[in-house]
């Protein structure tokens, strides 16, 4: 398994798009905290913006 660190600015659910779309990214591990609506309460916010534009699957791990 290759594990790659990436450091970008801008807005961040942008920024993991287009780094997913440019390396070609099968799977993306994200954790989860947010609380900002129903469904970012239970993914978190910049998860919430990237799951239906992210071209890879997507692992969410949230904190107890």
């Known amino acids: 398994i290759d594990i790659h660190s ?3 600015s ?3 659910y942008q920024q993991i798009i287009d780094t997913s ?3 070609n990214v099968d799977l ?4 989860t905290k947010g609380h900002s609506s129903l469904m ?9 913006r990237i ?4 071209p890879c699957s997507l692992l969410s791990v949230g904190t107890p």
Request: with cysteine; aromatic share 0%; net charge positive.
């Open 6 to 8: 990436h450091h970008r």
């Open 10 to 12: 801008g807005r961040c």
């Open 21 to 23: 779309k440019e390396l």
């Open 28 to 31: 993306l591990v994200m954790g």
């Open 40 to 48: 970012a309460g239970l993914l978190g916010g910049t998860t919430e």
């Open 51 to 54: 799951l239906n534009p992210l």
